[in-house]
């Protein structure tokens, strides 16, 4: 009796947690897609991408397959959880999200970075030579995600194969994520990499956002003191308000993703599921904000409704 409540309690749990992931997952995957086609097709007309556009194309299709390989992940361990035993797949998995989610946080750092040099106006004889070299330096930004995403991959990939030998050998059959597996020397080098990542994200998204902040800011004073048309004013108005509603939601992203690493090891509780809900949210609701401001997305997602 006791080990079919149990059972069922699991089962329940984590078909809630499907439920949920499946609905943001779909959405998000929508809303990148459509990112994704409005930039290709533009793209087809006139044979070129700004930097602006670079950045959203990529983030676009890493946010994408993100949400895709985590569904799929979600998928299996309700449907076929036993498939989890079958070595390379758990190791597998966890290199794949973990390479896609860091290209995920490192990429949206970058265009923040970008927005922030681009938009913002300091007199720094620093800064204006950023400004002036950025087209150039995206490429380069763009391919110094993709490259620390995937050391940072290899090494999730070799600690997880010697943590699940070691589980292997430990424990018994079943879910190798669902294992109580303890915090032992195995684990914590994932824990430094993956907070060190999300650190060094968050601390670039932080001070784009108040640099680019305290300089719409002064712009806009000024504006007020030339007594400027209000449309200009407006539209400054107006990115202070994406920048902040970026900011809010990259920090309770940030949040999540530590208190991540804090849960790792624990068994299924009402947090874990906040957590999850809370962090599969972010690629949708971060790529409806950049798509609300930037006018030409916008305009083709309105009309497309």
Same mark, same amino acid.
């Given at each position: 009796l006791w080990y079919s409540q149990d059972k069922?309690? $699991? +089962?329940s749990y984590? /078909?809630? $947690?499907? /439920?949920?992931? +499946? @609905?943001?997952? =779909?959405?998000?995957?929508w809303i990148n897609t459509f990112i994704v086609s409005v930039l290709c097709f533009a793209w087809v007309k006139k044979k070129s991408f700004n930097s602006n556009e670079k950045i959203l194309l990529f983030l676009g299709c890493s946010r994408f397959w993100y949400l895709c390989i985590t569904w799929v992940y979600f998928f299996l361990s309700i449907i076929y959880p036993w498939c989890f035993y079958v070595h390379p797949i758990p190791q597998l998995f966890a290199a794949i999200q973990t390479f896609l989610n860091f290209s995920n946080l490192w990429v949206s750092a970058c265009l923040s970075v970008f927005y922030c040099i681009k938009i913002a106006n300091f007199r720094h004889i620093f800064f204006i030579y950023l400004k002036g070299k950025i087209d150039r330096i995206v490429p380069w930004l763009l391919l110094g995600s993709v !490259?620390? *995403?995937l050391v940072i991959c290899i090494l999730v990939y070799i600690i997880t194969d010697e943590a699940h030998c070691n589980n292997l050998n430990s424990t018994t059959l079943g879910n190798f994520w669902k294992l109580s597996v303890r915090m032992d020397e195995? =684990?914590?080098p994932i824990? =430094?990499? *993956?907070?060190f990542g999300f650190a *060094? $994200?968050? +601390?670039? /998204?932080i001070f784009s956002?108040?640099?680019? @902040?305290?300089? !719409?800011w002064s712009h806009k004073r000024k504006m007020q003191t030339n007594s400027a048309k209000n449309l200009s004013m407006d539209a400054h108005i %107006? $990115?202070? %308000?994406?920048?902040l509603s970026f900011f809010f939601i990259y920090s309770i992203n940030f949040t999540c993703l530590v208190l991540t690493l804090i849960y790792a090891t624990k068994k299924e509780n009402p947090m874990t599921f906040l957590i999850l809900v809370f962090q599969y949210a972010f690629p949708a609701v971060h790529s409806l904000i950049l798509i609300f401001s930037n006018p030409k997305l916008e305009k083709t997602l309105l009309r497309t409704l």
């Amino acid at each position: 009796l006791w080990y079919s409540q149990d059972k069922f309690n $699991a +089962t329940s749990y984590d /078909v809630m $947690a499907m /439920v949920i992931i +499946t @609905l943001e997952a =779909f959405a998000g995957m929508w809303i990148n897609t459509f990112i994704v086609s409005v930039l290709c097709f533009a793209w087809v007309k006139k044979k070129s991408f700004n930097s602006n556009e670079k950045i959203l194309l990529f983030l676009g299709c890493s946010r994408f397959w993100y949400l895709c390989i985590t569904w799929v992940y979600f998928f299996l361990s309700i449907i076929y959880p036993w498939c989890f035993y079958v070595h390379p797949i758990p190791q597998l998995f966890a290199a794949i999200q973990t390479f896609l989610n860091f290209s995920n946080l490192w990429v949206s750092a970058c265009l923040s970075v970008f927005y922030c040099i681009k938009i913002a106006n300091f007199r720094h004889i620093f800064f204006i030579y950023l400004k002036g070299k950025i087209d150039r330096i995206v490429p380069w930004l763009l391919l110094g995600s993709v !490259l620390l *995403s995937l050391v940072i991959c290899i090494l999730v990939y070799i600690i997880t194969d010697e943590a699940h030998c070691n589980n292997l050998n430990s424990t018994t059959l079943g879910n190798f994520w669902k294992l109580s597996v303890r915090m032992d020397e195995h =684990f914590f080098p994932i824990f =430094f990499i *993956s907070g060190f990542g999300f650190a *060094s $994200a968050f +601390t670039a /998204v932080i001070f784009s956002a108040l640099l680019l @902040l305290f300089s !719409l800011w002064s712009h806009k004073r000024k504006m007020q003191t030339n007594s400027a048309k209000n449309l200009s004013m407006d539209a400054h108005i %107006k $990115a202070m %308000k994406s920048i902040l509603s970026f900011f809010f939601i990259y920090s309770i992203n940030f949040t999540c993703l530590v208190l991540t690493l804090i849960y790792a090891t624990k068994k299924e509780n009402p947090m874990t599921f906040l957590i999850l809900v809370f962090q599969y949210a972010f690629p949708a609701v971060h790529s409806l904000i950049l798509i609300f401001s930037n006018p030409k997305l916008e305009k083709t997602l309105l009309r497309t409704l």
